[in-house]
């Protein structure tokens, strides 16, 4: 039976894979780890929880032995908006937060995920359709750890055979754990402001296209890359994957169909714009698709419907989004 890590446990995407592995391996074989105390009581009781900070080797170390840990889903991160306000905390967690876990993982000869993103590329990255293999010079610090993570954990596989994967994610939108620091948070916000007041005040431009995703189809590609057959993967770290495309305009439209009366106004934030405009406009994620059959399962209408059902019962139900979503699955 594989036992499981996963780092940044309480964050957004931590706190749905956390949940989706112990319905797909046991409770108990699950071991979630974070800097914080989970609010969620099912994420804290469900199965093993422990405090941890990737900045503290020692400790990594003792976590994993205890548990027999086999496989890290590494996400304790810090996003690209809070990067470029306190830089040095950014490569600090990113960097040397990661490079702790790979000399663990190569300890105990784990095999780790590691989340990259879009914010990998850069202002001379080609825009459309940008390809899997292309120029990657990204101009946040973000950016840098996410290309440096990338490469440094194709070093440990080279070098010493670790079997690390990962993906570059888009936007990631969810109706239990918001986001954090992002510069694509906008895509969850209208949602909540859309519910709560009806209009929404964004902080990018109207025609700011950007690749995004939802968050079960973000949780499948972490455990369908991580089973997938090794010898299939010629790429490992990190693949374009991508759902869908839009601009805050065209999520605007789409919302309206379903509350008519929603408004939406644009007051641009130049540091997040400038962020967003150095990212692609749309990724080529051909090669996840062949390597290991990275599918999504929904659109722009799909999401959206299903994000307004969700995140409208969790509201008018009083509860956190995080409590309610857990308790409808
Ligand atoms: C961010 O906006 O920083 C993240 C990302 C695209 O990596 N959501």
């Known amino acids: ?70 496989t890290v889903y590494h996400l304790a991160a810090v ?12 490569w600090q967690i990113n960097m040397n937060g990661l490079y702790n876990m790979l000399e663990a993982a190569r300890q105990y000869k784990c095999a780790l995920f590691f989340p990259s993103s879009i914010g990998a590329f850069g202002p001379s990255t080609p825009k459309d359709n940008t390809p899997q293999d292309t120029i990657m010079r990204p101009d946040t610090i973000y950016g840098v750890t996410k290309v440096a993570g990338e490469l ?23 109706y239990v754990t918001e986001p954090g620091g992002g510069t694509t948070d906008y895509a969850v916000e209208i949602f909540h402001e859309a519910i709560k007041h009806g209009s929404y005040s964004c902080y ?29 993967l010629i ?49 080529d994620d051909s090669a996840a698709r062949a390597e290991w059959g990275w599918k999504p399962k929904y659109d722009l209408a799909a999401m959206t419907t299903d994000m307004l059902e969700k995140l409208t019962v969790a509201i008018e139900g009083g509860e956190t989004s995080t409590a309610k979503s857990r308790k409808d699955r």
């Open 79 to 90: 996003l690209s908006a809070t990067g470029e306000s306190r830089p040095n905390i950014a």
């Open 204 to 232: 990018l431009r109207d025609d700011c296209s950007l690749d995004m995703m939802y968050m079960p189809d973000a949780i499948h590609a972490m455990i369908n890359l991580m089973e997938a057959d090794a010898s299939k």
């Open 152 to 174: 440094i954990c194709n070093y440990y596989h080279k070098r010493f055979g670790l079997d690390a994967r990962g993906v570059r994610f888009p936007g990631l939108i969810s």
């Open 235 to 283: 790429h490992r770290n990190s693949f374009n994957i991508t759902a869908m495309n839009f601009t805050p305009a065209i999520l605007a439209e789409e919302i309206k169909k379903h509350i008519p009366e929603f408004t939406i106004e644009y007051n641009v934030d130049p540091v997040r714009q400038e962020i967003a405009d150095s990212w692609p406009n749309y990724m």
């Open 1 to 70: 039976m594989k036992k499981m890590l996963v780092t940044g446990a309480v964050g957004q995407i931590g706190s749905e894979l956390t949940s989706a592995l112990r319905q797909r391996h046991g409770d108990e074989n699950v071991v979630a780890t974070d800097i914080r105390m989970p609010t969620d009581v099912e994420l804290r009781d469900s199965g093993p929880f422990e405090f941890l900070d990737v900045l503290d080797p020692h400790h990594i170390t003792r976590v994993m032995q205890m548990h027999e840990i086999d």
